[in-house]
T-cell receptor
Framework: AQSVTQPDIHITVSEGASLELRCNYS??????LFWYVQSPGQGLQLLLK??????LVQGIKGFEAEFKRSQSSFNLRKPSVHWSDAAEYFC??????????FGKGTTLSVSS | GAVVSQHPSRVICKSGTSVKIECRSL??????MFWYRQFPKKSLMLMAT?????????EQGVEKDKFLINHASLTLSTLTVTSAHPEDSSFYIC?????????????FGSGTRLTVV
């Protein structure tokens, strides 16, 4: 069965420090991969997505993610975190036309 | 960009009553919409897939008679929580597939916070 694992439930990063959020997936075929961010009580905003091609994907707000097929991973990174990045981050996978399957999310806190 | 408008954003209802949540695609046709439920500090759980003009497909464990989904047009899908109980209190989010102009992806409504008292 398809699944997405985000091993870190909660991460705290100092403002200005780098960030890496982990995502591993289990899927029968090469999936489409997404990262979303959610602020409290809000909907989801797409940060970036990977379908094919260059395995390093650039997204909005300075985020990037790298698809590593051998590790079944799609980790999200940001070189310098801002206080406004504090939110819930979800990794998701699917195949074209089907519903997204979400990981359980990682809560990011940013300390000053 | 493609927008899905979800209403209401918040609703409080009495136990035993029904609540309807609407999702409208404002500038595109949404052949398929997905309905998710999110518990506090939890991930989004897919409830059902609705296709315009046909019956919704529910995920295992989701009561189709309690969560009625209607997708009567290409721009409107509704979720009705019937005979709501406190355990139905949750955050409900709709999503639509975008396939226009080679830009494949998903757009999400802003969510509905349902509180059953």
């Amino acid at each position: 069965a398809q699944s997405v694992t985000q091993p870190d439930i909660h991460i705290t990063v100092s403002e200005g420090a780098s960030l890496e959020l982990r995502c591993n997936y289990s899927y029968g075929a090469t999936p489409y991969l997404f990262w979303y961010v959610q602020s409290p009580g809000q909907g989801l905003q797409l940060l970036l997505k990977y379908f094919s091609g260059d395995t390093l994907v650039q997204g909005i707000k300075g985020f990037e993610a790298e698809f590593k097929r051998s590790q079944s991973s799609f980790n999200l990174r940001k070189p310098s975190v801002h206080w406004s990045d504090a939110a819930e981050y979800f990794c998701a996978v699917n195949q074209a036309g089907t519903a997204l399957i979400f990981g359980k999310g990682t809560t990011l806190s940013v300390s000053s | 960009g493609a927008v899905v408008s979800q209403h209401p954003s918040r609703v409080i209802c009495k136990s035993g009553t029904s609540v309807k949540i609407e999702c409208r695609s404002l500038d595109f046709q949404a052949t398929t919409m997905f309905w998710y439920r999110q518990f506090p500090k939890k991930s989004l759980m897919l409830m059902a897939t609705s296709n315009e003009g046909s019956k919704a497909t529910y995920e295992q464990g989701v009561e189709k008679d309690k969560f009625l989904i209607n997708h009567a047009s290409l721009t409107l899908s509704t979720l009705t929580v019937t005979s709501a109980h406190p355990e139905d209190s949750s955050f409900y989010i709709c999503s639509a597939i975008l396939t226009a102009e080679g830009n494949y992806g998903y757009t999400f409504g802003s969510g509905t916070r349902l509180t059953v008292v």
